[in-house]
């Protein structure tokens, strides 16, 4: 100090040259952290499924629930049911068996009922099995030389019917110039029909199922079953091969209440239906 003037110091700040970043930018660097943060937890969270997808799923499970409680799933019960069915063929009236198809009988009031069918040499055996007692109920047999026409395609009703069903069958003729007679139309436990329609099984869609529920396959080997039976023994009156066609399969029925009520409820299978009792 001289001449009695005072000099002044402010303070230098020795930072390397670098500014202080001011309060604006520390604001703005903060919220892009923030921000940075939030979506790498949101890319790392599970999507959450859609609707759709949901319905999807508890539909497949609503299925799958309802598949199991068929008896025929049960372990062993259909080998023991095939065995029982070998014991009742006839060997010198039905020869050999070919082959055993597991399907679904409809009939002429559009009812479902679950059945055991056997291809043998000169014989296709209809079975009404018990798979809940594990014994058979009913045999139809049916001649495969009397068998002239095979019909495949999908179901169709009279104009006014106010039944529908889905899907595709096989009708299996034996006497084409039989016509049913009125009562037997208006009876739905008769027997007397010339003919018998089979559709697909409800466990078809299982692996382990999927062949010995094919309608194809029936198709196929009793065609070829039936032609064979024909020419071992002929009938008169009829051609020597059986007439395959494609085409829809009339179901004869218009209100159908007791059917719709039957297979809604797959009254003709043998389901587990819970404790019925009280």
């Not at 027997?191 to 089979?198: E, K, L, N, S, V």
């Amino acid at each position: 100090m001289s001449d009695g003037v005072e000099e002044t110091f402010n303070p230098v700040e020795l930072d390397g040259g670098k500014a202080k970043p001011s309060n604006t930018d520390t604001e703005t660097q903060d919220t892009n952290e923030v921000s940075q943060l939030a979506q790498a937890e949101k890319g790392s969270a599970p999507a959450m499924p859609k609707p759709q997808e949901k319905e999807t799923r508890w539909a497949n499970a609503l299925d799958q629930f309802k598949i199991k409680k068929f008896f025929v799933l049960r372990p062993g019960t259909l080998d023991h049911a095939m065995n029982d069915i070998k014991a009742l063929v006839n060997q010198e009236e039905d020869g050999p068996i070919s082959s055993m198809w597991l399907m679904a009988e409809v009939d002429h009031w559009n009812n479902e009922k679950e059945r055991l069918v056997v291809l043998t040499e000169n014989t296709l055996l209809i079975c009404k099995y018990d798979f809940v007692m594990l014994h058979c109920e009913q045999i139809q047999r049916v001649p495969l030389n009397y068998v002239d026409r095979i019909v495949h395609g999908a179901f169709s009703f009279p104009q006014h019917s106010l039944l529908k069903r889905e899907g595709e069958g096989l009708r299996i003729f034996w006497d084409r110039l039989r016509e049913p007679v009125f009562s037997s139309r208006w009876n739905p436990f008769t027997m007397d029909y010339p003919y018998c329609t089979f559709t697909h099984h409800p466990v078809r869609g299982l692996d382990q199922f999927a062949t010995l529920c094919e309608l194809q396959g029936f198709q196929e080997q009793l065609t070829a079953a039936t032609e064979r039976a024909r020419v071992r023994k002929s009938m008169p009156g009829k051609a020597d091969g059986v007439l395959v066609l494609n085409q829809p399969i009339l179901i004869e029925a218009y209100v159908g209440l007791m059917s719709m009520i039957s297979n809604q409820n797959k009254l003709g299978y043998c389901l587990a239906r819970g404790n019925i009792g009280f």
